[in-house]
């Protein structure tokens, strides 16, 4: 009768003899085999997991950095724009002060203006009313009073149209007082300083009027040749020719 035995270890129903032996050595290598295997792969899931980790810290690590210089980078931010708030805000306070003080001079230069007006008014009014003065103690016949009056206007006011006038007026002062001489050298004078005057054909005409009394006829008819030739339309020019 044959004899059957599980023989240890081995996972299987022998036939009993020797060949049970040598089936469990084999077996035993082959689970030592498998137990090498999944220690070299337990140990390669270690090292996989432990460079898993140095991985996952120097990324957390890195992440770190990143966010620190990323705050660095916004505190930097924010404190410039802190600093450019502060630099507006100066701005806006200097420029305030500015528009202030570019008021206050706008006044000034207004009430500047405004007194420059008033005081050209006012000049203008002294200057016709001491002229005017002048002229009418001239045609009241107070030569006198009229020549101090011409004068003073002169002196006073020597670019006004009032003192190139006075200048004509006081050679006629002179020639209505027969002092011809006098008359001569003020409407040379006149004739001198105003070529362009408001008075050049009068006073070419008067001055040959003083050659004719002075009996000077070359000198008469020198000087109405010349008011001929410049002032050939005028009622002076009209009255020379008559003259001569």
Sequence with gaps: MKRWIVCAGTGAILLLGSGCTNLTVLRIEELKQVEAHVDTLKAELTALQEKMLLEQKGQTEMLRLIRADQQLRFAEFDRKLTAL???VSESQARLSQIDQKTLEIKKRWEEKAREDSLSTANRTSELENLFSIA????NAGRYDISVGGFRDMIDKFPGSSQ???SVYWLAECSYVRDKYEDAAAGYKDYI??????????????????????????KARDMVWAKLVNQCPNSEEAEAAKAQK
């Design 85 to 87: 708030a502060g630099d």
């Design 135 to 138: 002229l009418s103690d001239f």
């Design 163 to 165: 003192a190139e006038e």
């Design 192 to 217: 001198k300083k105003y070529s362009s005057g408001s008075k050049i054909c009068a006073a070419l005409f008067k001055l040959g009027l003083v050659y004719e009394k002075l009996n000077q006829k």
